[in-house]
């Protein structure tokens, strides 16, 4: 079995080559990183990391990137709430030949509704809404006139923890909505880009599928419209209240709502790759441009609560830490937020944020975009681990189930970790 070795001399090592640092005061809020900062990432991550023998985690997670046909990975693993190992395999840029580290920002598709789940819970606990608050008509929450043609009076019944837990009442029979922004915007006569507004004014004038509450049913769209239920409580926009009230919270500052084409790539943030045969559609703007689906094809910013987040998986691990009802490091929200968020609902209804739960205490949340997969899984032995890649391919959502059985036979392989903290290390 592996096992990590020679750890007094790692710590020794660490402290050597941090110390020159201190005076700069290395941290990773700076998304733009110094020609220092990126050797002394490099270093630390992709360099340190294969001197601590861990070949095996690097033989496990290549085949997995090369049979897969990833351009690039990074994984990031937290024992007892301790960040353990980080690293990056492959390219964040193949053409610029830019080594993937695991400070890298990926999209997170649908991991992005954990973050909101997180928010709204915020909301909760400071009282300013319910699990049960109404959503539409004029005693919910987004009673704004443009919003009260109610076509279906089941609409009204609708509460927030219904669009958490995906029981809205709505189906992807015809299609996700979120995205068919040219089917909302014929419908209510908003032009391209249609915004948030445009998808309220459509859910509110057209039928919901089944009545809410009594069944889940996967939706975007109903976690788009709790990036607007956020923004109209808290009398700021979406993103500006996650980063004051979660991510600041939790230590967390590159985190932020990406760009939809390849100009508006952030700072620090990998290239995205699909299939070869990937073909061109027309962008979601109504310029009438034809652009790849992996910069233009979505309106990510749109996609924001329910799917528009960018972040490292260093950023990820801090973020469960704090949700995991851990007493080791002081959560940002309560006993009782956590346990609402992830208990296992007896009528089989999702739960609030997570992809799944389940009796053992494992938590995942998965996420698929064209380009892009992410997996973030939180274990009951103390174990949490993050896998974020660049690149899509033929099996879509499917890919994560590829993603957790690399990670099983990493653990398997892993006996004991080592007791350093590089969290300790990432910050002032």
Not at 28 to 56: G, Y
Not at 312 to 329: A, Q
Not at 382 to 388: A, E, H, M, Q, T
């Amino acid at each position: 079995m592996y096992n990590f070795r020679n750890r007094l001399s790692l710590l020794c090592l660490l402290i050597f080559l941090f110390c020159p640092f201190r005076q700069a005061s290395y941290s990773i809020r700076n998304s733009l990183l110094s020609p220092l900062d990126e050797s002394f990432n490099k270093l630390v991550f992709n360099k340190l990391i294969e001197e601590q023998n861990a070949e095996v985690i690097d033989s496990y997670m290549e085949k997995f990137r090369i049979q897969n046909g990833l351009k690039g990975v990074a994984v990031a693993v937290v024992k007892d709430e301790k960040l353990v190992f980080a690293k990056g395999y492959g390219y964040a840029d193949e053409e610029a030949q830019i080594q993937v580290t695991p400070n890298h920002l990926f999209r997170l598709a649908s991991v992005s509704k954990l973050i909101t789940a997180v928010a709204i819970m915020k909301l909760v606990e400071n009282s300013k809404i319910s699990l049960e608050s109404k959503v539409f008509g004029k005693e919910g929450i987004l009673n704004d006139d443009q919003f009260l043609n109610i076509r279906d009076k089941r609409l009204e019944k609708i509460t927030v923890r219904n669009l958490l837990n995906h029981s809205g009442g709505w189906t992807q029979h015809y299609g996700d909505l979120a995205f068919l922004p040219k089917t909302v915007s014929k419908a209510v006569g908003d032009p391209l880009p249609v915004t948030i507004d445009s998808y309220i004014k459509f859910v509110t004038t057209h039928r919901v599928h089944f009545e809410p509450g009594s069944n889940s049913v996967y939706s975007n769209l109903g976690y788009l419209i709790l990036g607007k239920v956020i923004a109209k409580v808290s009398g700021t926009d979406y993103e500006s209240f996650v980063k004051k009230e979660v991510l600041l919270p939790a230590g967390i500052f590159d985190m932020q709502l990406g760009g939809s084409f390849l100009d508006e790539i952030r700072p620090n943030e990998v290239r995205y790759y699909q299939p070869e045969d990937g073909q061109p559609i027309e962008s979601f703007d109504g310029s009438g441009r034809m652009v790849s689906k992996l910069y233009g094809g979505n309106d990510i910013h749109l996609l924001g609560s329910a799917g528009g987040w960018i972040a490292s998986p260093i950023d990820l691990m801090k973020l469960v830490v704090v949700i995991d009802n851990n007493s080791k490091v002081k959560d940002i929200l309560t006993t009782s937020s956590i346990g609402e968020m992830t208990r296992v609902d007896p009528m089989g209804l999702d739960p609030l944020g997570w992809r799944a739960t389940n009796e053992k205490g494992e938590w995942w949340r998965t996420g698929t975009l064209p380009g892009s997969s992410a997996l973030i899984k939180r274990q009951p032995d103390g174990i949490s681990w993050v896998i974020l890649s660049n690149t899509s391919n033929y099996k879509g959502p499917h890919l994560a189930k590829e993603m957790d059985r690399v990670m099983s036979h990493v653990l398997q392989k892993v006996v004991q970790w080592p007791d350093y903290n590089l969290f300790s290390f990432l910050s002032n």
